[in-house]
């Protein structure tokens, strides 16, 4: 019989591609949400179905099952998936032609949602919104574009053809990542512009794309010491009153993964946890850091989640003669695209 919890705040990763005894264990500790996989989690769409099938298995309600699967270099599963292209690309494509760019998007969005979908996979953590100013190669072609109402654009697209298939997205990293060289995976980036350029520059796409129902928002881990002194992703200021109060964002909140460099001005796991929780993070990321993930657990103190803001985060797989024909249309579409 499944063990029935409400949902807690924290999504943790696995070692490999099928669930241990420890994993079982601990996916069924009452502070665990949900589940981020990465390719090493995947041997082939079969493996992978089996895989989300177990997961879900344990819960009740059942674990979010998410992933980083964005297209070009960040793109977990590749053997028996389609090959989505950089987002950069699209924004090439945007150049010559702008309503064949949108439509591609929204393909690129259909095929992406559909295919992790039918795998059991809930939602990506994609669009990224940040604004390529030329500055950050971890950013770089993931990047739809170096204008901000172009990214909302082509963002907005993209979001359209995976809420077709019936994924959400989660729009990333807020409030923006482009305009700094270091990468929080291995440093604290510092971000020095003042509020107002950030607002010009870098929110236009979470101003398009929140009044459309963006279901998710990771923020990132930056300091903009104009701002705050906090990272954003610790940062109440931030999340709450510019996230949710200006710019009336009612879904999930992730924390970037708080194993990441960016995140260690917060202090042990346990005190990055909470800090970001505090700040208004609905949900905390633990990557790559399984011992981290165990004292964390253990020693956090925190509410369950948002039981609305997850279920906006729920794939809802649409089964239907219309949808394959809905997939298959976007497939030859992007494929015609990137021939």
Known sequence: MR????????????????????ERDILTHPLVGGVILFARNFESPEQLRRLTSEIRALRDPKLLISVDHEGGRVQRFKQGFTHIPAMRRLGILADRDRALALATAEAAGCVLAAELLSRGVDFSFTPVLDVDFGASSVIGDRAFDSNPTRVGELAGALLHGMG????????KHFPGHGHVRADSHVAVPIDERELARIDAEDMVPYRMLIPRGLAG????????????????????????????????????????????????????????????????????????????????????EAAPL????????????????????????????????FA
């Open 306 to 337: 948002h039981e609305l803001r997850s279920e906006r985060m729920r794939g809802q797989r649409k089964v239907s003669s219309e949808i394959d024909l809905r997939y298959a249309a976007a497939l030859k579409t992007l494929q015609d695209a």
């Open 217 to 300: 928002v990771m923020p990132a881990h930056v300091i903009y010491p104009k701002v705050d002194s906090r990272p954003a992703g610790f940062s109440e200021i931030w999340l709450m009153r510019i996230l949710r109060e200006q710019l009336e964002f009612d879904g999930m909140i992730f924390s970037d993964d708080l194993s990441m460099k960016g995140a260690s001005v917060a202090g042990d796991m346990i005190a990055r946890a909470k800090a970001a929780l505090d700040a208004g993070c609905d949900m905390v990321l633990v990557c790559n850091a399984p011992n981290d993930a165990v004292s964390l657990l253990d020693g956090l």
């Open 164 to 171: 077709q298939a019936g994924m959400a997205g989660v729009g």
């Open 3 to 22: 063990a029935r919890f409400h949902l807690g705040p924290v999504m943790i990763d696995l070692a490999g591609a099928a669930l241990d005894a420890v």
